[in-house]
């Protein structure tokens, strides 16, 4: 059984089983990994090893609450591999027969009605559905309850989770793979496309669809106000597969022009110094009262907002609001605090009389 | 009656009528407008004039089919107001007795299947529905059907029908204001916050709530693949709220970076300049080759999708699938085109063996 101090063998411990934006995809290495989230602010996290229940009733009961638990795959304390264990094996050559149809499909923020029609539709019409736990777990049972098979991995293994889904569909089964919020962003629609080529198929021949979600900008900016109606940008501080440099470059370049900045996966007990350095970089171009909206757990059960000054950033860093599962809008020299909501004006007032 | 000479007047003509995305809130400055489409690519277009249809049945069948028509408020020539004559007239001081609730709702991508299930029971409480007649006709009939009433103004007058709507919450009426897409991405939430304060009302006394929806670039994204899986950045092209030479400095500043681009509001006859001016910063930081996704209409009778290079973009802005409908994804260096579809990679190929 792992411990504690294999948490530096995964890429962020506290995104391991509490992601609750699109931040799941930033996640692991696991096949090597380790414990959890005993260290981590957030209080949900699973158990790792795959879980595939047939049919009726939702996925393994054992997990389904999103709380405790261990990263099962065994304990490894070799550091710092270049590359994992997960490798995909069976290519198109191993299946016979017609393939079924895969779909990636956006959850949205994390509650049922958050969903599109065309979401629900999807997951209706798959007879295997397959996603990290939490994520399944989102679904209504009365959707669940249709799906011939569903496999779900607690909280690492994307890349295995990802081929699974193209096998089974390889295999003549119609699939839908799900996240929360968009397949595209910072998701799983890409991972199924590169992994598809690898295996010598095609997104054609699996008719591969993307079904898109509200992302978690969209749910967090719904919640702050009106923080994001100009240009905006979308930056994960996650370096596990973008190296920090290029992410702090980013940050210069976006925090010198008026764009509102949302922050993905903000901070994790093994990346506090991204946090500090994204902080520091928001400060050197705007100023210290800039409004800033947090997030965490847009849409689920435990949700807190909180509307603050880019001056007390950092500092929040260390408190319970501010986790992988956090997103966070960053106002531009315009963006005000009215009324508890953030409003970045659109620039009406310059043409209008009200 | 007005006619094509007076275009100018608005800021964007080919928006007129026929925006399909989060760009209606660009377009305009009614009151003192003009014909709308006749000199635009896009096929869709109204009367300006609201209409106000007491229940049962949808919005004003003239312009239902979004086909053909007028802005029929006066024709008026005087050039270069620097403001319009919409002003916000009634404060909060004119009303008595309760106020009702105001919700903003995205309606996603705009056929009924993209919309949430929050969305729809946002719009089957409200008592009146406002919006841009071509977004109300986006709204199922058995939704309509159960509004008190509906209040659409088809091309313009983004600021009046958005006081329309306020002024209706104050005398009472739970009102939904509606728009496709996100109304946080250059839509109506932070216009809806700006009136309420110049009314002298709160958002917390119209319990003011933003229901979020899936913007156009996701549903573009999901369109072309997987093109947006790493960090982005959205950019408007109107100039009508912006100055141009500040979105120039945005263009340049995110190009030089590995951000893919969104594109809203592209061209427009009177914003040729600006497409173009976008196509050559672009370039100078990007390789002609760059993959370019480009979709018209998205989820609608009227998509069309299609994947090219950076150095054919330019040329395209004459071609009917480069209107303010479309929506436009730069990809970054590492992008490239696999069976028909734009991939971004997330960086996984140097972690995982696949």
Known sequence: MSTDTNADETESASNCGASTTET?????KCGASSESSSDSESASSSKCGASSSSSSGSSSDSSSSGSSSKCGASSNSSSKQEKT?????STVEDFEGDPGQLIAVGLGPGHPEGMTERAKTALLEAEHIVGYTTYIDLIPDEITEEADE????????EVSRTEEAIDRTLAGNDVAIVGSGDPNVYALAGLALEIIESKGATASMLNFEVVPGVPAAQSCG?????PLVNDTVSVSLSDHLVPMPEIESRLHSVASESFTITIYNPWSRKRRENFQKCCEILLTHRDSDTPVGIVHGAGREDEQVMITELGELEELGESEIIDMTTTIVVGNEETYVWDDRMVTPRGYETKYDY
């Open 24 to 28: 799941e995809e930033t996640s692991s």
């Open 150 to 157: 569903l496999y779900d991995t607690p909280m690492c293994g």
């Open 222 to 226: 719904a919640r702050l106000g009106a």
């Open 85 to 89: 264990d997960e490798k995909v094996g």
